[in-house]
C-alpha cells in the first residue's frame, strides 16, 4: 500500500483547487510551514501512481490473442460412416479438434466418391460444409 504524508497530500489539493478556479481558501496553521519543493514532489509522486494505476488497468483489459482455433468440416450429402479427413500436418485429424493458427491443405474422400481437396486460413473457429461427387461413368 501507497501512504502519503497528509501534510503534503492536503497541500497538493490546495494547489488543485486554486489551480482550477477555485478561490484560495484559508490554509491551516499546521499546513503554513510546508515547503512548495515538498509540494512539487508530492504531485509528482501522486501522477507517478496515477500513471501506474491507469497502466495496471489496462493491462488488465488486453485479451491475449487467440492462437489456436476450432476446424471441422460436415459432409451434407454422405452418411458419416466411411468418411476420411485428412488434414496436412495433422497426424490423426478429429472433426471440432483445435488447430494453430495458419493455413491447411485437406483431403476429404468416402469410397465411392470423388475426394474433394482444398485450403483453408485457420484464423478464427471454422466450419466447412462440403458435397461429395459421384465419378460421372
Not at 53 to 70: A, I, L, M, W
Amino acid at each position: 500500500m501507497y501512504i502519503l504524508n497528509f501534510k503534503r497530500v492536503f497541500a497538493v489539493t490546495l494547489l488543485l483547487l486554486i489551480s482550477v478556479g477555485c478561490d484560495q481558501p484559508e490554509i491551516p496553521d499546521e499546513l503554513k510551514d510546508i515547503k512548495v519543493e515538498e509540494v512539487k514532489e508530492t504531485a509528482t509522486e501522486v501522477m507517478k501512481k496515477i500513471e501506474e494505476f491507469k497502466g495496471e488497468k489496462e493491462d488488465k483489459k488486453k485479451v491475449p490473442e487467440k492462437t489456436h482455433f476450432t476446424f471441422s468440416i460436415i459432409v451434407e450429402n454422405v452418411y458419416p460412416e466411411g468418411i476420411e479427413i485428412e488434414l496436412e500436418g495433422v497426424e490423426e485429424f478429429k472433426n471440432g479438434m483445435e488447430l494453430k493458427k495458419g493455413t491447411y491443405n485437406y483431403r476429404v474422400s468416402k469410397w465411392g466418391f470423388a475426394s474433394k481437396t482444398g485450403t483453408v486460413d485457420l484464423k478464427e473457429d471454422t466450419q466447412l460444409s462440403i458435397t461429395l461427387e459421384r465419378p460421372k461413368k
